[in-house]
């Protein structure tokens, strides 16, 4: 079973930073991790993903270039990041991280375990 705990959310000014992050544990080797976010009244949407052993990272066009997705292994655990960057009010939302076991590039369907959620909120 797949565990995922997100941390690191919190209210910031626009222009602000935020580090977030998503401690994995239980994964198989292959596979890959998304960060996704749920604004209130608003559908969830894909932010970004990335393979489970590093590499071929894909954005969301809305956090392309302000966003950056990372990933560490540590023995049996693996850890997910989120930079976000220069942060605007319209990136307010609850952000999840979710685990597949397997990887495309540009898709965000068929996450299968997800986390908690950590709340981002960005003031103007």
């Known amino acids: 079973q797949v565990q995922l705990l997100e941390s690191g959310g919190d209210s910031v000014q626009a222009g602000g930073s935020l580090h977030l992050s998503c401690l994995i544990s239980?994964?198989?080797?292959?596979?890959?991790v998304g960060w996704f976010r749920q604004a209130p009244g608003k559908e969830r949407e894909g932010v970004a993903a990335i393979y489970a052993g590093g590499g071929s990272e894909f954005y969301a066009d809305s956090v392309a270039g302000r966003f950056t997705i990372t990933i560490s292994q540590d023995n049996d655990k693996r850890t997910a990041f989120l930079q976000m960057n220069s942060l605007k009010p319209e990136d307010t939302a609850m952000y999840y991280c979710a685990w597949k076991n397997w990887y495309a590039r540009g898709s965000w369907r068929s996450f299968e375990y997800w986390g908690q959620g950590t709340q981002v909120t960005v003031s103007s």
């Open positions: 239980g994964s198989p080797k292959s596979g890959s």
